[in-house]
């Protein structure tokens, strides 16, 4: 099942390596993209051909991070929440080359 729409604009950010994204707020944006990349700090193992499967997907930042550092996942993101599905879908667009399908 699709999301209604929202409402709230979206803005775009732009974060470290040149990396452009929709987002509800910029400054949130940043923070997680820093929470994020601090996950690899703890010897997360990833393999081509492994499946992920991002629940609370939010913006995507997170499935995002994922695919650069290894191109040949495939990961199912889940986001609830309307407005940052949309953002989470734009992302996706923009950034994965169709290995990232969100729900």
């Given at each position: 099942m699709?999301?209604k729409?929202s409402?709230?604009?979206?803005?775009?950010?732009?974060l470290?390596?040149?990396?452009?994204?929709l987002?509800?707020q910029?400054?949130e944006?940043k923070?997680?993209?820093e929470q994020?990349?601090e996950?690899?700090?703890?010897?997360l193992?990833?393999?081509?051909?492994?499946?992920?499967?991002?629940?609370?997907a939010?913006i995507?930042?997170f499935?995002?991070?994922l695919?650069r550092?290894?191109?040949?996942?495939?990961i199912y993101?889940?986001?609830p929440?309307p407005?940052?599905f949309?953002?989470l879908?734009?992302?996706?667009e923009?950034?994965a080359g169709g290995?990232?399908?969100?729900f």
């Amino acid at each position: 099942m699709k999301p209604k729409p929202s409402s709230k604009p979206l803005s775009e950010v732009a974060l470290p390596g040149d990396l452009h994204v929709l987002c509800v707020q910029a400054r949130e944006a940043k923070l997680v993209y820093e929470q994020v990349e601090e996950y690899f700090e703890h010897d997360l193992s990833l393999s081509a051909g492994d499946v992920v499967i991002d629940v609370g997907a939010n913006i995507g930042l997170f499935s995002l991070a994922l695919l650069r550092r290894e191109p040949e996942l495939r990961i199912y993101a889940f986001e609830p929440i309307p407005v940052l599905f949309e953002a989470l879908q734009g992302n996706a667009e923009r950034h994965a080359g169709g290995r990232l399908g969100v729900f």
